[in-house]
């Protein structure tokens, strides 16, 4: 599985996931994206100790009131699931996995930090998740 399957796979769940309330952007919001939104991109590791079969996923959370409550709200849908009437209907990217015709992942929840920006009118909310590509 290439890198361009995977953020194509990473998307479609993250649309699935906060889609109704959050745009999500594949490495660069566009210009004068409407807030709240997410970004997500793959970065790259200068661990030695990872294996070429992981991949590092960053998500960025931002949105741009004093108010963080829909940061936080994605951060935990994107982790844990999107519940409808207490139903499982989206499973998170903890712990899940994903299995194309081209490859398998599983992912894993690594870091989760709120972020301080100079603006304060900004929240912005980190996680990082590793995926084992197979």
């Known amino acids: 599985m290439n890198l361009q399957q995977i953020k194509t796979l990473i ?3 993250l649309d699935n996931l906060v889609s109704d309330f959050m745009e999500v952007y594949d490495g660069k919001a566009k210009n004068k994206a409407t807030f709240p939104y997410l970004v997500f991109k793959f970065t790259s590791s ?3 100790a990872r294996k070429q079969t992981e991949r590092i996923l960053e998500i960025d959370f931002w949105d741009n009131t004093n108010d963080d409550t ?4 994605a951060a935990d849908i ?3 699931g999107k519940y409808v009437n207490g139903i499982l209907t989206v499973i998170g990217l903890d712990h899940s996995s994903e299995n194309d015709t081209t490859g398998f992942y599983r992912c894993y929840w690594e870091f989760e930090a709120e972020i301080p920006d100079t ?3 900004i929240s912005r909310i980190n996680q990082r998740y590793i995926l084992k590509v197979d």
């Open 11 to 13: 998307k479609t769940r």
């Open 46 to 48: 200068s661990n030695p």
């Open 70 to 73: 829909n940061v936080l709200k």
């Open 78 to 80: 994107i982790r844990n």
């Open 119 to 121: 603006e304060t009118n």
